[in-house]
C-alpha cells in the first residue's frame, strides 16, 4: 500500500528528520499519483506496506487480496520502510522496490532496502484513518525499519500508472495512536 499522511490521515505521516539537498528538492513537473487530496511531490515521505499471508493467494488490490475461500482467517504480517521522495535520477527506482516475486510457492517482496536498519517488531492492525480510534479486526506483528531511504519520485509516478496492486495514489495513514487501550508494547 502506497500510504501518506492530515488529521484525515493525509499529509501527516513522517516527517524527514535530515534534509535533501538543492537538486533533489527540486519540484517536479506535473502531478505525481495525483488524488483528491493534492499529488506527491520531492520531499514528501509515503510508508509501504509489504504484506505478507499465509493463504495461497495472488497480489492484488486492497487487503482482500489477502484473503482465500479455503482460509478466512490466515495469518498476516507486514513489513514497513518509509521513503523521501527525492528529484533524483539516481535514488532507488521505486518499481524495483514494490516488485514482488514468487518464491517457494509464496509471492514475495524481495526487494525491501536491506540498509535501512533493523525492524521495530510489534503488534498491531491494520490502517488507515477509519482505525483511529479503534482497532482493525485484522491483527498482525509489524516490522518497522527505523531508517528512511531515498527514492526516485519520478519512478514512483510511473509505478501509480500501473502495478498488480491497482494503486494510483497515495492513501491516507492512521494518525499517530495515544489512546494506551489501542497500543501494544514494543
Known amino acids: 500500500m ?4 492530515d488529521g484525515n490521515g493525509f499529509q501527516s505521516g513522517y516527517l524527514y528528520s535530515e534534509e535533501l539537498n538543492t ?9 505525481v499519483c495525483p488524488s483528491d487530496h493534492g ?14 499471508s499465509s493463504a495461497q493467494v495472488e497480489p492484488g488490490e486492497t487487503l482482500g487480496s489477502c484473503l482465500s475461500e479455503s482460509i478466512k ?6 513489513e514497513v520502510q518509509v521513503f523521501i521522495l527525492a528529484n533524483d535520477g539516481d535514488a532507488r527506482d521505486f518499481s524495483k522496490r514494490a516488485e514482488v516475486t514468487k518464491k517457494d510457492d509464496l509471492h514475495q517482496a524481495l526487494n525491501i532496502p536491506g540498509n535501512t536498519g533493523t525492524p521495530i517488531i510489534y503488534e498491531g492492525s491494520t490502517t488507515g484513518p477509519g482505525y483511529n480510534e479503534a482497532s482493525s479486526p485484522f491483527q498482525a506483528p509489524w516490522g518497522v525499519r527505523p531508517d528512511v531511504a531515498k527514492v526516485n519520485v519520478e519512478t514512483v509516478g510511473e509505478w ?3 502495478n ?3 494503486e494510483d495514489h497515495a492513501h491516507g495513514v492512521k494518525n499517530l495512536v495515544i489512546n494506551p487501550d489501542l497500543l501494544s508494547p514494543i
Open 2 to 5: 502506497l500510504a501518506y499522511g
Open 23 to 31: 537538486s533533489e528538492s527540486q519540484p517536479v513537473a506535473g502531478d
Open 39 to 52: 499529488s506527491l511531490q520531492s520531499g514528501d515521505t509515503i510508508e509501504i506496506h509489504y504484506v505478507y
Open 73 to 78: 482467517n490466515p495469518q498476516l504480517s507486514v
Open 160 to 162: 501509480c500508472k500501473g
Open 164 to 166: 498488480v496492486f491497482n
